[in-house]
């Protein structure tokens, strides 16, 4: 399966990126805040597995810690995951950080919550999306959830066709 690697710890420090998608992005804080109340929502009354794919620098992923969550945060970018392991480890956060590629992640328990927040689009279209939501979908609980927030742009190659799309 062939895929979009978008690897940003290369091309912008890991503080910068959560800077810039946090504070100049167009609705994401209010995207990360009903996420956050999503995923409490749905974990609120029980012990529940929730993982985040494409997590990067875990720039959302402290919103969805909570004492009865058992929080996984995915991401293939190494410099990304680097910043995050000093950041959990630091505020001594219960997060577990997995390096995988989204599309063939496999979770070693069922899933409660599954989180992505701006990936989607980077998932190749046709097949490929085919094959990463059959993978998820097999993973998920009974009842479980997959909160899926993103631009929901067609596939672009270019900065001027996403500008379009």
């Known amino acids: 399966m062939t895929q979009h690697k978008a690897t940003y710890s290369k091309i912008i420090n ?8 946090t504070l100049q992005h167009r609705y994401i804080r209010e995207a990360d805040e009903v996420i956050a109340r999503i995923v409490g929502f749905h974990t609120n009354k029980k012990q529940a597995q929730v993982v985040e794919l494409g997590c990067g620098p875990v720039r959302m992923t402290p919103r969805l810690v909570k004492p009865n969550v058992v ?17 959990i480890e630091k505020r001594g956060l219960s ?4 390096a995988a590629e989204i599309q063939k992640f496999r979770h ?19 097949l490929s999306t085919y094959i990463y939501l059959r993978n998820l ?24 066709e996403r500008l379009i799309r």
């Open 108 to 126: 070693s328990q069922p899933v409660d919550v599954f989180v992505t927040q701006g990936v989607h689009h980077h998932i190749l279209k046709g």
């Open 14 to 21: 890991p503080v910068d990126y959560i800077q810039l998608m």
């Open 71 to 87: 929080l996984t945060a995915v991401d293939h970018d190494e410099g990304f995951l680097q910043h995050a392991a000093k950041f």
């Open 137 to 160: 979908a097999e993973q998920l609980r009974p009842n479980g959830i997959y909160v899926v927030s993103d631009e929901m742009l067609p596939h672009y190659d270019t900065s001027d």
């Open 95 to 98: 997060i577990s950080l997995v």
